[in-house]
């Protein structure tokens, strides 16, 4: 049977990806639907109730500039909030926070439900509806069929999903939820490369069986950070602090143990798992000779006992977690509320994906999330955001956009996948940018946000906001660039004991703002220059963009050489072997890849800038 209505957007499933996909969807005016197993679950932490860290809290921001909901969210929801590498360069600090899981939950979905454009169903899907190479809809368990102009897929870990505690399996998608069985066989049956790879998450701990008194004890921030450009720490519900204590040596005994029940060592667990984020089995392996590894013990909401000890996550069998957790310290009398396991799910090669995440076999079929091979909510939402976004623009007849890597993290992350492919979760770093110093947390939104609102994606209340910044920005530097001080200036004797060389000779503020020992802050507060921009984010801005100028100036110029031919375009079609010259290596790599554009092609690792170089005058002189 054929649903009454039907949809520009279906976004099928309503994790991390789903959410930011329909919402992208509906704020550019689509007809949207989400399609989910269970209204309950929206925007539900299947692991750690955290969001950001280092790469990650880049993408948040990304996507907040976007117009997307994850900040805001975790805003609302936060419940400790840190700036890791707050002592060091603007490019490398991220935001951090974690979740009353709860709190975070229900403002995702309430924003859900309150979205103009968008209907929620909840029902698992089992089949996608094809007619030749174009999707046209999808259909439900209970035969109901939805008819769609575009489908984004964005099931996370429950393709085919297999529960390892232990010798023990089953089925499931994430603990207490179902695995899509159907709809994982489907798939297969289609022309999609399709893999396997594994996650894991610790048990969890009741707090009240604790003893925090032995543990080390950390805060959140103050003054407390915000995620979102449009956040206020009063969106922030209450505070609380997180612990940190250790494993020990009677731990890594009783892990080594264990192993021989272990579904990792025994090879019973076939996929392969994140290589940043390893269990702890994982971790007494690889790095023998260390004594110890540090636990984050994170409350998991303001209304709950259950705590999530960061840093344990295994799947060996549950008698065995049971001694591991309470040889640590402080965890002696520990009730586990919930057993660690891993999962085992489907994921499809995305390089089988073009830049805007649309399927290269099937039109109008968008992949988003965990199943394109990432890990973590971040790095999920961000392609949602981008998938979600571009299936709008192919209803609307319009171009497809994504970010390029010099525009943001969000375009490493999906020129990395789409162009290299993965064979483990890939998760986000600063590392994967080469332009770390443009791609900073603080500047997404002067990256991002007019492209956003070109598109639809930024509503009117965050551009004006934006558009105050940047006044802001603009003016301040006019008006710093114009104060001049010299010798005998009345602040000078203000200035010098804050300087490392006195003023010599005449000077104006950016001048002294770009010496590395000023701050904004502390020029403003001689009487004669302040008191400065009330506007924190414009006056956070002014230094930097004032302080790095140099920097960032070459490496504006670095991305303009190489843009000159990374754009340049490879025909779908082209015969890569009629280059004389390549190697048989490169050819097959270059015929397996299939990369649209040159610059993609230089990324595909093996191939060096000699065969670029080939590939480009025959391009030329053939195009
Ligand atoms: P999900 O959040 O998994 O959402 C998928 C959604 O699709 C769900 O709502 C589901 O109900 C729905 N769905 C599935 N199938 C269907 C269907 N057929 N029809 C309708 N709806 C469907 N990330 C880290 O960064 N670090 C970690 O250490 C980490 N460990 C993890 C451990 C475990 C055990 C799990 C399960 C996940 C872990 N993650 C970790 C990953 C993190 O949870 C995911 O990266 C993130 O949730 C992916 O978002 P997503 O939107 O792609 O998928």
Redo the contacts with the bound molecule.
């Keep these: 049977m054929w649903y009454q209505d039907s949809f520009d957007v279906i976004v099928?499933?309503?994790?991390?990806?789903?959410t930011e996909a329909c919402l992208a969807a509906a704020r550019m005016g689509c007809k949207t639907l989400l399609?989910?197993?269970?209204i309950d679950?929206l925007g539900a932490m299947?692991?750690?109730p955290a969001i950001g860290g280092i790469g990650k809290g880049h993408l948040v921001k990304e996507i907040d500039a976007l117009g997307g909901l994850m900040a805001e969210a975790i805003d609302h929801g936060g419940i400790q909030f840190r700036t890791l590498n707050s002592s060091k360069g603007p490019a490398v600090r991220a935001t951090r926070a974690q979740a009353d899981r709860l709190l975070y939950k229900a403002y995702v979905r309430n924003y859900l439900e309150n979205q103009e454009n968008l209907t929620i169903f909840q029902q698992?899907?089992d089949d996608l509806i094809l007619e030749n190479d174009q999707i046209i809809g999808v259909s439900t368990q209970m035969g109901l069929k939805f008819k769609g102009k575009t489908v984004v897929l964005?099931?996370?870990?429950?393709l085919a999903g297999q529960i390892h505690i232990g010798l023990n399996n089953y089925q499931g998608?994430?603990a207490g939820?179902p695995a899509?069985v159907n709809?994982a066989s489907r798939l297969r049956d289609m022309p999609f490369r399709i893999e396997r790879l594994k996650?894991?998450?610790p048990p969890r701990l009741d707090a009240r069986t604790l003893d925090f008194s032995v543990m080390q004890e950390q805060p959140g921030d103050t003054p407390v950070p915000t995620f979102s450009f449009m956040g206020k720490a009063e969106h922030h519900p209450q505070q609380i602090p997180c612990y940190i204590t250790h494993t020990n040596e009677q731990t890594h005994q009783v892990i080594r143990d264990g192993l021989d029940r272990s579904p990792m060592y025994t090879g019973v667990i076939e996929g392969v798992g994140?290589r940043y984020?390893p269990s702890i089995e994982d971790k007494i392996m690889r790095f023998a000779d260390k004594a110890s590894h540090q636990i984050f013990v994170e409350p998991e909401g303001l209304t709950t006992h259950e705590v999530y000890p960061n840093g344990i996550?295994t799947s060996l069998p549950f008698d065995v977690q049971m001694d591991l957790v309470r040889s640590i310290k402080g965890f002696e009398n520990a009730h586990i509320t919930r057993p660690g396991?891993a999962?085992e799910y489907d994921y499809f090669d995305p390089r089988d994906l073009k830049q805007t995440l649309e399927s290269k076999f099937i039109n109008n079929l968008f992949f988003a999330?965990?199943?394109n091979g990432t890990?973590?909510?971040e790095e999920?939402g961000a392609q949602?955001l981008v998938a979600g976004m571009n299936a709008a623009c192919r209803v609307q007849d319009k171009e497809g956009w994504t970010p390029g890597r010099e525009q943001a993290y969000m375009g490493v992350l999906i020129d990395d996948l789409s162009t290299l492919g993965t064979k483990e979760p890939y998760?986000m770093f600063t590392s994967r940018a080469e332009y770390r110093l443009l791609l900073r947390e603080d500047n997404a939104d002067i990256r991002l946000t007019e492209k956003g609102r070109e598109l639809g994606l930024v509503g009117d209340e965050r551009w004006q906001r934006f558009c105050e910044k940047m006044e802001n920005i603009e003016l301040e530097r006019q008006r710093l660039r114009g104060l001049w001080v010299q010798k005998d200036h009345e602040a000078t004797e203000k200035l010098n004991p804050m300087l490392k060389n006195p003023i010599s000779r005449e000077a104006n503020l950016e001048d002294l703002l770009r010496r590395p020992e000023t701050r904004y802050e502390d020029l403003m507060s001689i009487e004669a220059f302040g008191p400065g921009l009330a506007d924190k984010q414009a006056a956070e801005q002014v230094e930097i963009q004032i302080k790095y100028a140099g920097y960032i100036e070459r490496q504006l110029d670095e991305i303009d050489k190489k843009k000159r031919h990374e754009d340049t375009l490879i025909p779908a079609d082209f015969d890569f072997a009629q280059i004389s010259g390549l190697s048989n290596e490169v050819v097959a790599k270059l015929t397996d890849a299939r990369p649209e554009t040159l610059g993609k092609a230089s990324r595909i690792s093996g191939i060096t800038p000699a065969a670029i170089s080939l590939l480009l005058v025959y391009l030329k002189k053939h195009g």
Excluded at 12 to 18: E, P
Excluded at 154 to 158: K, P, S, Y
């Design positions: 099928v499933g309503g994790g991390h990806a789903g399609l989910t197993h269970n679950t299947s692991c750690n698992p899907c964005t099931v996370g870990t429950f998608g994430r939820d899509s709809l996650t894991g998450t994140p984020c996550s396991y999962i999330g965990q199943i890990t973590g909510y999920a949602g998760r």
